[in-house]
């Protein structure tokens, strides 16, 4: 089955740098890779999924970049701010029947300091 | 609109009870499905449904079964709690199989 490996284990900047998080795969089936947000006590949110399809995706401060020669896809965050502080998971998920069975990696704990 | 429901919040059992916690949603999604979160670990899936009438085990099911008999819910029963089974459980749902939404989750002790 898929692997999902999240290699920073927590991650600490200044407000006002970027954030860079990164994570592989290891089923080359996978066609949909979503990254999460999770704050304290809460479940996590979706904030941005890319497909196999495209190479790069951006939605304001956050991007999302995918290499499917070498089954990694990561998570920059822009201009941090302290509301930026939280768990960050990604995810990867097969097509076929598989489609919609997400498989984690292990989180990153982003601490952006005032 | 409420999302995605979970009940109860918060639960303490002793070990050999059993229990069912509650999953609901309102946004007719096809695709339910239950995680565990513990620490380190991110979220592994338990149990998975792609409609009524029909679910699939994910990466760790023992210990725990579901049934999907409506659209809108998808409960989990745990058959003989386990100290081992002590976590925080999420369920989620989604439209296509994609863009997943999440619970604010059940956080169970088995003691």
């Known amino acids: 089955g898929e692997n999902v490996e999240q290699h920073l284990s927590t991650l600490s900047v200044q407000e006002g740098d970027s954030a860079v998080i990164k994570c592989t795969y290891s089923?080359?089936?996978?066609?949909?890779f979503p990254w999460y947000k999770q704050e304290l006590g809460k479940g996590p949110q979706l904030i941005i999924d890319?497909?196999?399809?495209?190479g790069e995706k951006k939605d304001q401060r956050i991007a999302v970049t995918l290499n499917k020669t070498a089954k990694h896809f990561s998570l920059h965050i822009t201009e941090t701010q302290p509301e930026d502080s939280a768990v960050y998971f990604c995810?990867?998920?097969?097509?076929?029947?598989?489609?919609?069975?997400?498989?984690f990696g292990q989180g990153t704990i982003l601490t952006v300091h005032p | 609109n409420a999302g995605v429901t979970q009940t109860p919040k918060f639960q303490v059992l002793k070990t050999g009870q059993s229990m069912t916690l509650q999953c609901a949603q309102d946004?007719?999604?096809?695709?339910m499905s239950w995680y565990r979160q513990d620490p380190g670990m991110g979220l592994r899936l338990i149990h998975y449904?792609?409609?009524?009438?029909?679910?699939d085990q994910g990466e760790v099911p023992n210990g725990y079964n579901v049934s999907r008999s409506t659209t809108e819910d998808f409960p989990l029963r745990l058959l003989s709690a386990a100290p081992s089974q002590t976590s925080v459980y999420f369920c989620?749902?989604?439209?296509?199989?994609?863009?997943?939404?999440f619970g604010q989750g059940t956080r169970l002790t088995v003691v």
């Open positions: 989620a749902s989604s439209y296509s199989g994609a863009e997943a939404f």
């Open positions: 089923d080359s089936a996978s066609n949909y």
């Open positions: 890319i497909r196999s399809n495209v």
């Open positions: 995810a990867a998920t097969p097509g076929g029947t598989s489609y919609g069975k997400l498989t």
């Open positions: 946004m007719n999604h096809e695709y």
């Open positions: 449904s792609v409609g009524a009438g029909i679910t």
